[in-house]
């Protein structure tokens, strides 16, 4: 692919200035567009060491305007104990704004994948993760625009001499940029298969010949003007596409949990949990020291108990070692992004156990039944998570999810009991009341994640909560065994996996 | 002050339970009282190595709603790069919400301060940053509580022996553990002096002696629990203290700078502006080898040319070393925070330059005028914004502020000239006009800014506009000049300060 590029074209100084001061004030009025209509725009430019991508972006930096763009240089140190996608996600634009990254998700499959030697090695999981990152982005509305900066291996050579000889850039000049001109061959392959795996419809590849400075700047600025000219004019924005097939899934089977008999003494329950409790203590030292992140999830039934339970896991640990993300509604800023980015920027890392009470589970729950986004919106959404939480698995991190039920007459009992007594009324809001009287639609839209979102890598664990002592039994002893499980799975696959292959200390 | 704390305090388990489950539902209801309230909280938790700091802060978070807090290990790397603050400042909470630390800011004078043995030298400056910026939060309405948790040499030996010869702990014990229990004396003196310089009336030390867990925890949850019930009941909230004496600034002697002679003819400004600009791209190699920090500030009357005298100087940078930070309005979640709050996180670190088209100034400009704070708010702003001031040039930061100035028949020329242009029509809104009826507001307000705030370690620079080329070669000169001056005087006192031992590489 890249073999094809004519390398010999040329553009004149003053020709290029001419061009810059035509481009400057059209890009500048699509950027106040793209701020009116709400679009956020991601662009990215990758490329040779060299190829002047740094210089190249200041270019596009000068024609726009700074309130509506990020330049994002790349993401600071850390990030090899999280999923590789999670400081991208931080720094998508919200609405109407937009992210420059010179140094992207891409470095993965280019530039480490070079330092580690790995340019032979399988990374189709790798792409997948990118591809679907990037369609999320262009399917809620987001413009992704991507640059390659390409050279010539002879050029190359001459540019990093050229600096290695000026006093003042010789220290510029890493190992690492010259590891990329001897293995130059190695890092075209890899440039290729990136190009070809991730050239989507939705977030295509743009080559840029860099030999020319001037040509390659107006290349960039040329391109960038043109597709958001061509993506703001017209009315069929945002994108609504990839939505599955709708499968229409009434009261489901899985929620169908036969109610447990009988129920435990107050005494034989503060046993076993005390017990429970204490092995948790020590699987959350194993969880730390072979940096396991964990993450446990609770949806359910409104006062099905999720935070009695969740309170019966926390007070087993150390505060340094987990944290409860409690979601509600999303706030101005929040909204404003893609509905995942809030939840991105809490996985956990190496390490660390993120509880969260509920999650973004919600987009087909609560946003599915009030309405609050689209049905191609909320259908996607499946596909999404599923996308997302493999993202994470793949990564090692275990995911243990609970739907806590219960039925109705016992919720309206709860309701009742929480409205007596003084120091649990504030837990009931009129929104809770609201809730209840759509109680079959809920059940009906819970049905239907259980079935589309349990997954053999992030599989639903459905607890009947009418007796809330055997509830958190089954709860503690869920995710007991499954630290234990992911923690042995563990010891056999040291060396099998990609970022693994990096665990460090937390 | 230690000493005499009695140490030997114990209280039953059981007498523990009777008294968490009372005090448990009563910090709940606290709780949701400063969230309705608006009354962020800072909660600090320091102490000896082994004191069981984190259980002690995992019982306060048993009792509290996780809606409602942030519980905070020490942060990550990277922060060395940074004034020390910065890090503390990104996560004081908004209104209503709560923020806990195990292992705060005081971390800088405690154990940093014993690691690098400098118990015996002079931290004045350091105790006087933290005690300004927690006044800072007090004066706006946070509730800062800190407790230190005690403990006696013996004591913290057995503990930790008993964790080293624990199998499934002992890994957990470090070298600095140790250290601190050998070299406890002069742990006790950096505690001792800061207790003393930081215990103040707007935020005081609780001292716990931390020898009998179910006391100490006991003693950290009645504390909250009082002194949250104090200050939440009543009415005088929120304080409104520290208001500097009302000195009256009339038109300022410092804005009436006498307009220049002539201009520059088109080609002189060319010639000159590409020496000063060329010199400015060598000078920011120096900035980034030799971890210089840049803060480039531009305040002015509306249409005096900020934005153009910005891209002057950012075209001859490196995307990579600068960031422009637009500022206007505060979102709603930088409203729900200390008006500082939103400037901290884009402090620059080691080596970049930031660029502010507007800044904190805001406060005593537009918030002043029309009237978006509070009389004693804008009045405490000028010392809270020279101690913020200090402590970024005390960490070596260079802070250049430039105040652009135009006649008012020179703006209405430049609105005129807008509203005509069809590129630059978007530039002028209904906002400039009004402010612009405000003049003799804003001038008077800028005078009284600029003699207030016109410090020796952060001085304004005062530009007449009238003619854009002559201001533009001033200010990129004032610029140039003051890079190569802190480039120089940093030669000369490279050993000489506390953080700036620490210089490394960005």
Not at 2 to 21: G, I, P, R, T
Not at 372 to 379: L, Q, R
Not at 412 to 434: G, I, Q, V
Request: include cysteine.
């Amino acid at each position: 692919m890249l073999e094809a590029v004519d390398m010999s074209v040329k553009m004149k100084k003053k020709e290029y200035k001419a061009a810059f001061d035509e481009l400057a004030p059209k890009l500048g009025e699509l950027q106040r567009t793209a701020k009116e209509k709400g679009v956020p725009v991601v662009l990215v430019v990758e490329g040779w060491e060299g190829s002047n991508k740094g210089s190249l972006v200041n270019q596009l930096l000068q024609a726009l305007d700074p309130r509506g763009y990020l330049f994002i240089a790349p993401p600071g140190r850390g990030e090899e104990r999280y999923p590789f996608l999670i400081p991208y996600w931080e720094i998508t634009p919200p609405a109407g704004k937009m992210t420059i990254l010179a140094g992207s998700w891409y470095r993965e499959v280019l530039r480490r994948r070079l330092e580690k030697g790995e340019h032979a090695k399988d990374y189709s999981g790798v792409f997948r993760d990118i591809c679907a990152f990037e369609r999320h982005l262009a399917d809620s509305g987001t413009v992704v625009l991507k640059f390659f900066c390409h050279m010539e291996k002879k050029e190359q050579k001459k540019r990093l001499e050229a600096r290695a000889a000026d006093p003042d850039l010789s220290w510029s000049v890493s190992e690492r940029d010259w590891l990329e001109n001897r293995e130059y061959d190695s890092f075209l392959f890899c440039a290729e298969e990136m190009l070809s795996f991730t050239g989507t419809e939705y977030a295509p590849w743009t080559v840029v010949a860099a030999g020319s400075f001037e040509f390659a700047a107006w290349k960039i600025l040329s391109t960038v003007e043109r597709v958001l000219r061509e993506r703001l004019s017209g009315e069929e924005w945002p994108a609504t596409g990839g939505v599955l097939g709708g499968v229409e899934y009434e009261k489901s089977a899985a929620l169908s949990t036969t109610e447990p008999d009988g129920d435990l003494s107050a005494k034989e329950y503060e046993k076993q949990l005390a017990a429970l409790q204490s092995e948790l203590k020590s699987l959350e030292i194993r969880v730390f020291r072979e940096s396991l992140p964990v993450i446990l999830l609770f949806e359910g039934v409104d006062a099905a108990g999720k935070g009695g339970a969740i309170r019966r896991i926390t007070e087993a640990l150390y505060p340094m070692n987990y944290t409860v993300h409690p979601v509600g509604a999303p706030n101005d800023l929040e909204r404003s992004h893609h509905y995942m980015w809030r939840f991105w920027k809490d996985f956990p890392r190496f390490g660390h156990i993120a509880v969260f009470d509920r999650s973004w589970y919600g987009r087909v729950l609560v946003e599915r039944v009030e309405g609050f986004c689209s049905p191609a919106e909320w259908h996607r959404a499946y596909r999404e998570i599923n996308e997302t939480e493999r993202h994470l698995t793949d990564f090692g991190t275990l995911l243990l999810k609970f739907w806590l039920q219960i039925d109705q007459e016992e919720q309206l009992r709860r309701f009742e009991s929480r409205h007596d007594d003084p120091f649990r009324a504030w837990k009931l809001t009129d929104e809770d009341w609201r809730n209840r009287e759509k109680w079959d639609d809920y059940q009906k839209a819970a049905g239907e994640m259980l079935v589309r979102t349990g997954t053999p890598y992030a599989p639903w664990t459905v607890v009947a909560t009418n007796s809330k002592r055997l509830a958190r039994i089954k709860i503690l002893t869920t995710v007991t065994e499954g630290i234990h499980k992911a923690l042995e799975g563990r010891a056999d696959r040291v060396s099998g996996e990609l970022r693994n292959t990096k665990r460090k200390k937390a």
